[in-house]
């Protein structure tokens, strides 16, 4: 393995070090953001807040921020005292690197980030729908693309991957992770690290990848943002610290660490977790950035006193560059000079920075080269091809009775929804960069498919329903294609919802629309998983297409005809009703498990599963598997399964293999992923899938942060989705396998 800098890096850095003083030092350490100043009489937040509560509307808004005078902090870059900025315009961050690397003291360039959570200029599918194509040869080439798109434009670091496990879907940011199991998001985590990070043909082929959110947002209590979050040991280890962990170990730069408290303790301020964990036990090269803001909320959270006192604590635990909040520029020279830091902590913060600068190449490279600017303007076929490739993998099946679908090319369809043509509901919460001329809606892309398709728009998640509009739909089409869901706005960060069943009067809707008599197509695009008990029960072929990114209309126009075969899986359980909320398939063994025995962990008024579990989806053929074989390999357990294809088209299938330990010293989930393949395969085809899992990650971590590897019998399940019953049972030892670190506690 190549040194991640060379020796010659490390002494520029260090000799850098040597010659800075202590306010370019803390400069480092400080992150703006674009400030708007002005230009309107109300503070920015007001505006936000007044926009929310209707006071203004959205074009409004967009009126005043147009006209506002924005501040790039010239002169605080000019003095050394900024070390990172948050801008995307490729010209603008070239201005601002000339002031950094021409006119401070020692020319230290900017390093400028951004939150590239889903593809840049090319935006592909929300994160919870690209982790369900199971495919991180497909996660590893949107996350390459994208750091390509995002250099062009001066960002050579992501706010990305964001990895927080999140089981209850009622958090609007589960839009941006990739869902509820360990063993998934760490498959994702690994292939973003790989797409952003590893490309060094060229310093503009890769981006250092921020993991975020460290740690335990996706837990906030009854799924509501920036809640607090209470959790033992085992869950934290053994779930939500598993994809930060494989993700360091792929060689991740930074960190972000999250608003929430854990246990008592905000993550900003946890010495525990971002010094002893993140970078002492992990061994993370690089720094960790706090979340916006996120230090002086730690006066709010009632953790800090003062400004100064967040500033010292968050210091202290780790935390290497401030976001937004400009109190490490003002308090931590004063605590270093009387003692209240250690000017160690400082050190360590600014070369962390520094290092993560050089291995970026800006020291040698600081500009976007004049022949980059605007290189993706027009997206490049390959770059739209990949956007088509993401969306078709990533749509998910969930019903398809009588198999109405796939609609003949000649059939007249009714396309119902606003939905189906807003170009900004196709690309997804978090995506900046992306111009409304790559969109492709729903609409248009059926249009291409379908020549008798016409359009009735009628309604969607806000405002009412044209009943005009409905019924004309319900006269025309010999199938009627229903674009409903949430529009962009209802999930990412501060859009949690109580209630998540189809908002507004779209259930109205669809009761007309059935009430046609028609055969009924719902085509779901939202960002979390939804309750859909009532659906499920009445319409008769529903496909999820979450939001897909910009050839969103292409892929699900393709899947709706048939030219591809949907083969995308949920990454996160749908609950029939709200309530169930929060609901994932590796739950822990209870005492009593759900049966239509009352006294039973169950609820009086819901079912007992998931009405969609975790690694569920169809496809337009069917697969049987058989053949389950495992096989005792020394430090390994082969596991093989036969793949069939028993319909009448090609198809991939995802085959799943979970664990479970059937008794050990703590209680373990009902079962566990360990793997997973994919097979392409033609009508009556068959394959041997394969998956190797080393004995050592059987194991399980305790609460005292031991990792244990415990003699006994194991299940081994082969499956196409987590409810599976293919099982064959083994008794291992574990004798002389060597075992995963333990977790430091304190
Ligand atoms: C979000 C982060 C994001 C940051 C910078 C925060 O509000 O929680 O996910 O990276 O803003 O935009």
Not at 650 to 664: C, E, H, P, W
Request: a negative charge.
């Amino acid at each position: 393995m190549t040194a991640r800098l060379t020796e010659e890096q490390r002494d520029r850095v260090e000799k850098l070090l040597s010659s800075m003083t202590l306010e370019e030092k803390i400069g480092q350490m400080n992150q703006e953001s674009v400030s708007i100043v002005g230009g309107f009489d109300v503070p920015f937040e007001q505006l936000i807040e007044m926009m929310t509560d209707g006071r203004l509307s959205k074009e409004e808004f967009q009126t005043i921020m147009s006209t506002a005078k924005t501040d790039y902090h010239e002169d605080a870059i000019r003095k050394g005292l900024v070390g990172s900025l948050m801008v995307q315009d490729p010209e603008k961050c070239n201005e601002l690197q000339r002031i950094a690397v021409e006119e401070t003291r020692l020319g230290i360039p900017l390093i400028f980030g951004l939150d590239v959570i889903h593809g840049f200029r090319s935006v592909y599918p929300i994160a919870i729908a690209e982790a369900g194509s199971f495919d991180p040869e497909l996660m590893e080439e949107t996350a390459s693309m994208a750091a390509r798109e995002s250099r062009a434009c001066g960002v050579a670091w992501h706010f990305a991957p964001m990895l927080d496990i999140a089981r209850d879907a009622r958090w609007g940011r589960v839009s941006e992770g990739p869902g509820e199991d360990p063993c998934l998001a760490s498959a994702f985590a690994r292939a973003k690290v790989r797409g952003l990070q590893n490309d060094h043909s060229s310093t503009d082929h890769y981006v250092a990848a921020c993991l975020k959110h460290f740690v335990g947002y996706g837990a906030v209590e009854s799924g509501k943002d920036y809640n607090t979050v209470s959790m033992a040991n085992h869950v934290l280890f053994n779930n939500y610290l598993e994809p930060f962990r494989a993700a360091v170990e792929e060689g991740a730069e930074t960190v972000m660490a999250s608003f929430n408290d854990l246990n008592g303790v905000p993550s900003t301020v946890n010495p525990w977790l971002l010094r002893t964990i993140m970078k002492k036990h992990f061994g993370l090269p690089g720094f960790i950035v706090s979340d916006a803001n996120a230090i002086k909320e730690c006066v709010a959270h009632g953790i800090a006193e003062d400004e100064a006192d967040a500033g010292r604590q968050a210091a202290e635990a780790g935390l290497d560059m401030d976001m937004g909040t400009e109190i490490y520029l003002h308090n931590l020279k004063k605590l270093v000079e009387e003692g209240k830091i250690s000017m160690s902590v400082v050190d360590d913060a600014c070369r962390r920075i520094l290092e993560v600068k050089m291995w970026l190449g800006l020291f040698d490279h600081p500009y976007t080269r004049e022949g980059e600017i605007g290189k993706y303007e027009t997206l490049p076929e390959e770059h739209v091809d990949l956007a088509l490739r993401s969306a078709e993998e990533s749509a998910v099946l969930l019903k398809n009775e009588g198999d109405i679908l796939p609609i003949a090319g000649d059939a007249k369809i009714s396309l119902v929804g606003n939905l189906a043509d807003d170009k900004e509901q196709i690309i997804g919460a978090w995506a900046m960069s992306w111009k409304e001329k790559d969109c492709v809606t729903i609409r248009e892309g059926m249009e291409k498919e379908f020549p008798k398709l016409r359009y009735f728009p009628c309604g969607g998640p806000e405002g009412e329903i044209n009943e005009a509009d409905a019924e004309e739909a319900c006269a025309y089409g010999d199938v009627i294609v229903a674009v409903l869901g949430e529009t962009v706005a209802m999930s990412g960060e501060a859009s949690s919802r109580a209630d998540i069943t189809l908002p507004g009067d779209q259930r109205q809707l669809l009761e007309k629309l059935l009430a046609s008599g028609k055969p009924v197509v719902l085509v779901l695009m939202n960002g979390r998983p939804l309750a859909l008990g009532w659906e499920a029960e009445h319409v008769p072929a529903i496909l999820e297409g979450w939001h897909l990114g910009i050839q969103m209309g292409n892929a699900i126009a393709h899947i709706l005809s048939g030219r591809k075969n949907p083969e995308g899986r949920l990454s996160s359980s749908f609950p029939a009703v709200t309530g169930q909320c929060p609901i994932y398939y590796n739950h822990p063994n209870t005492g009593r498990p759900a049966s239509n025995f009352k006294f039973t962990s169950r609820y009086l008024d819901a079912p007992f599963q998931a009405l969609y579990p975790f690694g569920f989806g169809l496809s337009y053929t069917t697969y049987t598997l058989r053949d389950l074989k495992v096989e005792d390999k020394g430090n390994v357990l082969g596991i093989s399964a036969k793949v069939k294809n028993t319909g009448k088209c090609s198809g991939r299938a995802t085959v799943q293999f979970y664990m479970q330990d059937v008794t050990a010293s703590l209680v373990r989930p009902i079962r566990e992923l360990k793997g997973f393949a994919k097979a392409e395969l033609a009508p009556g085809e068959e394959k041997t899938v394969f998956c190797s899992l080393e004995k050592k990650r059987m194991g399980f971590w305790n609460n005292q942060g031991e990792y244990r590897l415990e003699d006994g019998l194991f299940r081994i399940y082969a499956g196409q989705d987590s409810t599976t019953e293919m099982m064959q049972e083994i008794r291992l030892s574990f004798d002389g396998i060597e075992k995963e670190p333990d977790y430091p506690v304190i």
